[in-house]
């Protein structure tokens, strides 16, 4: 078949509007072209893998078989816009804006303080919009798996849920028609209705798109689509895209030609029969879900024991929009080693119709299809139609399992399909089936053992030989890709003890008599963690009734930006316009760890299309950053992901096109240090020694009834803040002067680095952050380095040039929290009371100094936590090593100090056989005392948080529950932890605590207020309004804040260390009482006057309606030397108390519930201040429980994608969250007695890691095993599965850590 090589017009709807597209490129996708091509930026760029959710739409497409529309959520960054034809695209915008009307999702999500940083939050609304339209009165589980798709880092979830759970279920989709219609209805259905015509085109003309490097084809009928196959057999069809989407933007893909299936009937037809279900190929695994669902509803539960398992694996699979996308066929095809329905439907005996202009064929999905072998496979030609899945039989049974380091949307670790079929009558093993995922290159089978098992019994023999069996037939070598060898080794056995449980309880109810009863404690192996909702109950202080209402001060205000987040009209960086000549930059990393730079030869790069120039080292025209942290790599490499050059290209594809033909010569240089053990070895570090001691360590070690010893490994930690670092630099005509757009923490840094490199002054550059979308630290630094680099790249070129960062490079290049090694000796009596500790930490600071010094000071000045101990040693060092550089973190060293502190008080009371809260109280600071560096300080808050954290816990009573609950469950237990806080707010130094403000008061009365701090998604601003207004005396809708930047407020410091709100507020309220002072003489005079009276008399005075606000800071001195200083403005206390259950047959855990109490003094606006510690608090679970960063033995970084690396998302916060605010303290020397809340929160998600240790130690108790003294962090589901020791795990020999070739190797 011959195409027209002139394109065809691509037509359709976005928001209502005709698209019609003559230049269209199938390698663009939905994102890009709303973001680039319509501007419309609220939609956002997260990951572009479809993880994120960031990017989610909601696409409305024809059904020319159920001949209605229907509507998904979709992720745009994988939607090819090729695919769209005849669709209607609804985007944040679309759905409301504050110009017209804001959709009820819209308004609830920003009242519901269900937004901070704004950048997830467009998605979101998106996500719950689509799930209204299609369900008005959505069920929580619907709401739950709706959500599973959408990360948001800042949040932690609970007002999000919340906001989406306010709509069902008796409220529908939108109130504003009468609650009946939704608003937009009216103007979708047109587009709908012309998408609907041109759906049902009775031509089927073949649509053919001509792209760069790719054609699109999408014929309209079963026969023009085997006829192209025939004549391009190697071309990929195009379905979801969600395979083939990821492998040509991450893997360099590109076929010259895609063909779309998308409009042929035969692909979406499902025939229903006695047999089974015949289910067209191109039906998206949502609609599967629904077609399997309403089979098990309707047919008895033995004929449906396949259909069954698939289902139990869709709410999982992915997040929700990766489901509406992806289609059956592609996932069968696209033959993935993870994939969780190929292990099934293998297993339940299902084949494949395919078809090619030969005709049609059956091919059985066994596992030789599954393992890839030619001959069982599709041919190049050939078309995959439909599948059919057959009822299951009256003695066959089928299950399926699976393992991934999050419940939902993350690929599986290991998962299994499985199958049994009994003789009739009989508990004989007449026919065995068992595929596993995730062990291999393809889907693999323990086709062998099955062999050897037929005619065995169903029973523990028969259990004990499979187990041998299955792991002598699928063996994981120590270097398998993917790491995990043991525990990946220990799940092939725990399904199967899983399937043996799960096959004799269906036994026993079919035959109650024949078979006999499984004993209570072993059902636990069988239920797996539901999907709940979560909820909890906030509780701050009630106001004051005396204050004047229209004082906003302490009240629980909406972010100020909540709304323009919620309809994606806040604007970030990146969504900023592109000037006419503006370039774009992708930079080349180093691939070595460490190595001499022997040549760059950019000549293939500059040849290709759109390439204006490679920028390298030689081209900085000032300062090529400092010897220790380079700009652009300057003779040598010192980590895998440093910037060796830039291309700057007319669009970022080209860019980063041409970044693949840079050629660059190494030579390796040794040594190559990745580990803090490998530093210590080589004695490589940053900094000297710091050391802090009280007492008499040595002699109280002497008098002490016991003394224990061990260490602690504390993982890393990727800030993966929503909004990847994004610069742009444009130059301006004259006096050299720049302005620089940036998402920084740092304004001032950023400006320092720039000149710097441009060698100007400082008074040329304009550094402007209107808002950030999420930092924690890791947007402190390292955007003054991004932003130099792109300043030398706009000098070179005379261009403006943006640089923002995919999220890959994001990982890859920038560094995160510090990976700690934690060495303990610990002194201590029989009743638990500590007497002498010598603690050493080290940190993997990675290959450049950074903050790494500060984070081990630090570390160093909090490790005590909440704990008097009379005797304490402690010293630490920062190594340097061949990793990207780690820098700030939200906590900033303190959750991996007080960490390793807790694993030590939990390891004594471990040892002297006491409840681990009791020997905590018994350590704990009771009176004025001194810290170890010798600060005075009041504990008493400390005692009431931790009183109220255990009455409003019910502590006692659920510890006794607990136990009651352990005793009859063998494989599940729960565990609860109580842990302590005390979080030392603030920087090392006075001159940290400056801050600055203007505030003008213009003649309409408006005020405009500009501060140093940045707003992060941590209301600062809102803050600010709130401090202008009561210090004004003006409504909040008088005062505005815009962006911040260095020309308006200068020399302004980080927006760092809790202190934001603290010192600006300071300055705010500064500038505010010096022109209320101003003002005084008139408003004396004419009381009853109007505030835009007064200025206009005082303008008519000529008084200035102008002034600044300065905060000099908090006193702060250390003396390292006698390692003493008052060094912290204030304190927080707090306390969490947290439960789990833990699966110990799979590691997987479940938070049933956390009570949060803290003393936030009095606070400025508890809606923020909550979500700052319900925010952190996630973000801390994230960090002791979830998020693990894999390295190779070579220093590469394997995680760097959500893909990888597992954030919390909506299901992993506890089911009950409560926070409540410590009520009547005081803290005079911050502004209103507030607190800075931003950090500490994050300390608290240790109680979770606490309370699996609990939990585990249950089960290593019922089983006769000491307790795990230390467990490392973070406590994924491989290491509870492999401290929860049993018969299963006595069966794997360990794996060799020292083996050469190991996947990853552990850095901490
Ligand atoms: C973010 C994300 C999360 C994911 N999480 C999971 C998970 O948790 N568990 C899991 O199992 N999977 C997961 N996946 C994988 C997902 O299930 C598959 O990518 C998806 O099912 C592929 O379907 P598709 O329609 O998008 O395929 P496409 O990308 O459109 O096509 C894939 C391949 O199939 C071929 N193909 C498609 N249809 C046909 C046909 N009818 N006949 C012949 N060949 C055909 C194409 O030629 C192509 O090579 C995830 C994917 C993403 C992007
Ligand atoms: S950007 Fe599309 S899912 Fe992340
Ligand atoms: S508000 Fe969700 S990522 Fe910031």
């Given amino acids: 078949m011959s195409h027209s090589k002139e394109s065809d017009e691509l037509v359709f709807f976005v928001n209502g509007r005709k698209i019609v597209e003559r230049s269209s490129d199938p390698e663009e996708n939905l994102l890009f072209y709303l973001r680039k091509k319509l501007r419309l930026t609220g939609t956002k760029y997260g990951c572009g893998g479809g993880s994120c959710g960031a990017c989610t739409v909601m696409i409305s497409r024809y059904d020319p078989i159920s001949k209605k529309i229907r509507h998904f959520s979709a992720t745009a960054c994988l939607v090819p816009i090729c695919s769209l034809y005849g669709a209607a695209v609804t985007t ?25 940083c704004g950048f997830c939050t467009p998605g979101m609304v998106m996500s719950i919009y689509t799930l209204l339209r299609n369900h008005p009165e959505p069920s929580t589980e619907q709401l739950m798996e709706t959500l599973g798709g959408n990360l948001c880092r800042c949040t932690g979830y609970r007002p999000i849920v919340e906001s989406g759970r306010s709509f069902s279920p008796s409220s529908s989709c939108c109130q504003m028609n009468g609650g009946k219609k939704c608003c937009l209805d009216q103007e979708e259905s047109k587009a709908e209705s012309k998408a609907n015509r041109m759906a049902e085109d009775p031509q089927k003309k073949v649509l053919t798109f001509h792209g760069e490097k790719t054609t699109w084809i999408s014929p309209g009928t079963l026969a023009g689509l085997l006829e192209l196959k025939m004549e391009h057999p190697d071309a990929p069809l195009v379905m979801g895209n969600t395979s083939l989407g990821p492998d040509m933007k991450f893997k360099g893909v590109s076929p010259p030609i895609i063909i779309s299936p998308a409009r042929i009937l035969e692909l979406f037809i499902v025939t229903n029969t006695e047999e089974g279900l015949t289910l067209g190929a191109g039906l998206r695994l949502a609609q599967v879900r629904d077609v399997l669902a309403d089979a098990v509803s309707e047919l008895p539960e033995e004929k449906t024991q396949t259909y069954r398992a698939l289902l139990k694996h869709m709410r999982t699979l992915a997040g ?40 049609m064929q059956q091919i059985p999905l066994n596992d030789h299809f599954l393992a890839g072998a030619t001959n069982a496979s599709l041919k190049p030609e050939q078309v995959l139609v439909s599948v059919f899945i057959p009822i299951s039989r009256k003695w066959e049974f089928v299950s399926a399992f699976r393992q991934a380091p999050r419940q939902q949307n993350a690929l599986a670790i290991v998962n299994a399909g499985m199958r049994v079929l009994l003789k009739d009558g009989t508990h004989t093993i007449a026919d065995l089936n068992i595929l596993y995922g995730g062990v291999g290159p393809t889907t693999v089978s323990a086709r062998e053992s099955c062999r050897r098992l037929l005619g065995r019994c169903w029973d523990e023999d028969m259990l004990n030989e499979a187990c041998r069996l299955v792991l002598d037939e699928i063996p994981l070598p120590a270097s398998a890709p993917g790491g995990r060898v043991d525990y990946r080794r220990a799940l092939l056995i725990s399904f199967l003890f899983k399937f043996y449980i799960d096959v004799w309880r269906q036994l026993q109810m079919r035959e109650p008599s024949g078979y006999p009863d499984i004993p209570k404690k072993l059902l636990s192996a069988l239920e797996d963690f539901p999907l709940t909702i979560p909820w909890g109950i906030q509780s701050f202080e009630r106001m004051d009734p005396q204050q004047p209402s229209q004082d906003p001060v302490g009240r629980p205000i909406m972010h100020q930006s909540g709304i323009k987040h919620a309809t994606g009209e806040a604007v970030f960086c990146d969504d900023m316009p592109a000037l006419a000549d503006e370039l774009f930059l992708a930079v080349v990393t180093s691939t070595r760890p460490h190595a001499k730079i022997i040549s760059i030869d950019a000549s293939e790069a500059l040849a290709l299309p759109g390439v204006i120039d490679v920028i390298t080292a030689q081209d900085v025209p000032g300062e090529n950053g400092s010897e220790e942290e380079r700009l652009y790599a300057q003779d040598e490499v010192i980590c895998v992901g440093q910037i060796v050059c830039a291309v700057a290209a007319d669009s970022y594809a080209h860019a980063k096109q041409a970044t693949r033909k840079v050629k660059i010569v190494y030579k390796d240089v040794e040594p190559v240090i990745v580990s803090i053990q490998d530093a210590i070895k080589h004695k490589s570090f940053i900094g000297p020694e710091k050391k802090l001691e009280q007492g008499d360590v040595e002699k109280a070690f002497q008098a002490v009834d016991q003394i224990i010893e061990g260490e602690v490994h504390f993982g890393g930690q990727e800030h993966f803040y929503l909004e990847t670092q994004s610069v742009r630099v444009v130059p301006k005509a004259e006096d050299a002067e720049i302005d620089i757009y940036v998402s920084s923490q740092d304004a001032a840094f950023t400006q320092e680095m720039v000149a710097c490199a441009l060698g100007i002054p400082k008074n040329r550059i304009n550094c402007h952050v209107r808002r950030v979308g999420g930092a924690f630290g890791g947007k402190s630094s390292k955007p003054g380095l991004l932003a130099a680099v792109a300043a030398v790249a706009a000098n070179k070129t005379g261009c403006p040039v943006r640089f923002v960062l995919e999220r890959g490079d994001d990982m890859l290049i920038t560094g995160g929290r510090h990976p700690l090694l934690g060495k303990y000796k610990i002194g201590f009596m029989n009743n638990g009371k500590i007497e002498a500790a010598d603690i050493e930490y080290h940190i993997n600071g990675g290959c450049t100094p950074d903050d790494s010094e500060l984070v081990i000071e630090y570390a160093l000045l909090k490790l005590e936590n909440a704990y008097k101990i009379p005797n304490l040693r402690v010293r630490g060092r920062a190594c340097k090593t061949n990793l990207p550089s780690n820098t700030a973190f939200r906590g900033f060293g303190f959750p991996q100090g007080a960490f390793v502190t807790e694993t030590w008080m939990s390891a004594v009371a471990a040892k002297c056989h006491l409840p681990p809260e009791k020997v905590r109280e018994l350590n704990m600071y009771r009176t004025i005392d001194r810290t170890i560096h010798k600060q005075e300080f009041n504990p008493e808050n400390l005692i009431r948080c931790w009183e109220k954290c255990m009455e409003n816990s019910s502590y006692c009573s659920r510890r006794k529950a607990i136990e009651e609950f352990n005793e009859q469950n063998y494989w599940k237990k ?7 806080m005390k979080f030392s707010v603030g920087f090392p130094k006075t001159f940290y605590y400056q801050a600055a403000a203007l505030v003008h008061i213009y003649t309409d009365g408006s005020v405009l207020v500009a501060h140093g701090g940045v707003e992060l998604g941590q209301g600062i601003n809102t803050k600010m309004i709130q401090v202008a207004s009561r210090e004004l005396k003006v409504p909040m809708s008088y005062i505005h804040i815009g962006e911040m930047n260095t020309v308006t407020v200068p020399n302004t410091i980080t927006t760092a260390a809790s202190t934001g709100a603290d010192v600006n507020g300071k300055a705010v309220q500064s500038a505010c009482q010096t022109l209320r002072k101003r003002l005084q003489p008139i408003i004396s005079q004419t009381p009853n006057g109007t505030w835009e009276q007064w200025v206009n008399e005082a303008f008519a005075q000529s008084i200035s309606l102008s002034a600044t606000g300065y905060f000099r800071g908090y006193e702060a001195r250390m003396d390292w030397e006698k390692g003493e200083g008052d060094i912290f403005p204030y304190f927080v206390f707090g306390a969490a108390c947290s439960e789990v259950e833990i699966d110990c047959l799979t590691g997987a855990h479940k938070n049933i519930r956390t009570d949060i109490v803290i003393d936030a003094s009095f606070s400025i606006n508890p809606a923020v201040d909550i979500g700052q510690i319900e925010g952190a608090f ?34 992993d916060i506890p089911e009950e969250l409560h926070v409540s605010l410590l009520t009547t303290t005081q803290n005079p020397k911050a502004i209103y007695s507030s607190k800075g809340l931003g950090e500490s929160g994050m300390f608290l998600g240790s109680s979770v890691f606490f309370a699996i240790t609990d939990a585990v130690a249950a089960a290593r108790s019922e089983r006769g095993l000491p307790p795990a003294l230390a467990m490392n962090s973070p406590a994924t589901p491989e290491l509870i599965r492999m401290a929860c020791v049993d018969q299963f795990t006595d069966l794997i020999p360990q794996t060799d850590s020292k083996c050469s070739e190991l996947w990853s190797i552990p850095i901490a």
Avoid: F
């Fill in 320 to 359: 929700q929009q990766i489901r509406n996308m992806a289609s059956l066929g592609g996932h069968i095809i696209s033959r993935l080693p993870t994939s969780d329905l190929n292990p099934i439907l293998g297993v339940g005996n299902c084949i494949l119709n395919v078809a090619s202009k030969e005709g």
């Fill in 1178 to 1211: 996630t973000q801390g679970v994230g960090l002791y429980t979830l998020e693990e960063l894999k390295y190779s033995p070579e220093g590469v970084l394997h995680t760097r994608g959500p893909e990888q690396y597992q954030i919390p998302s909506v299901t």
């Fill in 974 to 980: 729960r565990g609860i932890a109580i842990i302590p």
């Fill in 92 to 116: 944040v915008e679309g759905i409301g804006s504050t110009k017209t009307r804001i959709h009820p999702v819209q308004e609830r999500i920003a009242k519901g303080h269900g937004t901070q």
